[in-house]
């Protein structure tokens, strides 16, 4: 069913008091699809209540996107509005708090040039990493959330009536983050204590590689000296407490970007620009993407691969068990927010120096020299399956379980 207004209301709520947790004369700046114009303004009477100096919004609509990218001329995709850069970066130096609804369209634009988009998405990437680098280093709060569009789906659902599939994935948003609930701020703090509890199992080992076997999958993903698992909720360089993803069932780490060895399968779709790449396989020879193959959309991960010299090497390596709310309803949902939830997973490209112990003081070139990978893409894409084993090398060579057939065996 489609949310009731106490629902909605609960949503805006565990968005801006878990999410970014909006702190008194504090600029907000929401980022939505037009489609969800009913929850921002419930987001933003929120922030305000909270303290909040401004609430900026930016709407986007993917009909336009798909609009430009069918008919604008070449050269306007080497270009980004610098007025908007600036204005990020901005934001972001005077400590806002950003909140992302992402509810993409995964077919949107798949028979677009991928040229097209690969300049695209590396001309604007280029133009935000400042805001980018800032969020990435926690030194702001930020959340990502998502909003059931006909659009999203009809492809998470096809083959049933628009509206059906609307109320359908409601269900499901619904219980992944805990608005229906009495008390959703409340579940959402004893479940961010549950990931904080395996956060500092996983710190307390200081693993030095981890090793991945299951169906398409033979893996070893070395760990720097220094790296930090976390998970849930984090704290910013503000001291402000805050949950970049909602729902989340991670914890994650960063990888050593040279230490990766093997051949790795997906078993989800990825979603990547308005395009999907799917059945994909990569191997790596010291940390760097050597030989890649896909069932669908191979020319579009070629590009991925191709955007920089760090997007063919590793940024994150995380943990989801098989036995969790979002893997238990079957569903894929084309949408790396819900899918990455549902699975262990792995990145492309950036790493967050948050993951290393001082790493948000250090230089990039300190970053690189420490083992941490820097790209202008960070791209998640889902391995895990009911058939994943993983163990942990500990630093004098004892081997431990961590997952068995998809769960934790810690």
């Known amino acids: 069913m489609r949310p009731t207004q106490q629902q909605l209301e609960n949503y805006a709520d565990i968005i801006v008091r878990v999410g970014v947790n909006v702190q008194p004369n504090q600029k907000v700046v929401v980022m939505a699809p037009i489609t969800a114009a009913p929850l921002v303004r419930l987001v933003s009477s929120r922030a305000y209540a909270a303290g909040a100096r401004d609430v900026h919004v930016e709407y986007n609509d993917e009909e336009l996107t798909r609009i430009r990218f069918k008919q604008a001329p070449e050269e306007s995709f080497s270009e980004y509005p610098a007025w908007r850069a600036n ?95 009495d008390n959703p701020v409340s579940a959402w703090e004893e479940h961010n204590a549950t990931l904080l509890y395996m956060v500092d199992r996983l710190n307390a080992k200081r693993y030095a590689e981890l090793r991945y076997t299951a169906p398409g999958t033979e893996l070893t993903i070395g760990l720097p000296d220094g790296h930090l698992w976390l998970g849930g909720s984090k704290e910013n360089s503000r001291g402000v407490m805050f949950n970049p993803n909602m729902p989340t069932e991670e914890v994650f780490t960063m990888p050593h970007k040279d230490r990766v060895n093997g051949t790795v399968r997906s078993t989800k779709p990825l979603n990547y620009n308005g395009q999907v790449i799917d059945g994909f396989s990569l191997t790596f020879k010291d940390g760097k993407v050597v030989e890649f193959s896909a069932e669908q959309g191979y020319e579009t991960l070629s590009k991925l691969l191709a955007t920089d010299e760090g997007a063919v090497q590793l940024g994150e390596v995380a943990l989801v068990p098989n036995d969790s709310p979002i893997s238990n309803s079957g569903i894929t949902f084309f949408n790396t927010l819900y899918d990455e939830n549902a699975s262990c997973h792995l990145a492309l490209g950036q790493a967050y120096p948050v993951n290393l112990e001082g790493g948000s003081d250090l230089s990039p070139e300190e970053l690189a020299a420490r083992g941490s990978n820097r790209s202008l893409v960070h791209e998640d894409f889902m391995i895990g399956s009911p058939e994943m084993d993983i163990d942990g090398v500990t630093q004098d060579g004892k081997i431990e379980p961590i997952f068995r057939a998809g769960n934790w065996a810690l």
Not at 93 to 101: C, L, P, T, V, Y
Not at 144 to 150: F, I, Q
């Open 87 to 181: 204005a990020m970066k901005g934001f972001a130096d005077e400590g806002a708090a950003f909140i992302q609804i992402y509810s993409p369209n995964p077919d949107l634009l798949n028979d677009i040039d991928p040229d097209r988009m690969a300049t695209s998405s590396k001309t604007a990437s280029t133009a935000l990493a400042p805001y980018r680098n800032a969020l990435m280093n926690h030194e702001n709060a930020w959340t990502l959330v998502s909003y059931a569009t006909p659009e999203w789906s009809a492809k998470v659902f096809p083959g049933i009536p628009v509206e059906e599939a609307v109320e359908k994935l409601w269900d499901r948003i619904i219980d992944a983050t805990r608005i229906g609930l």
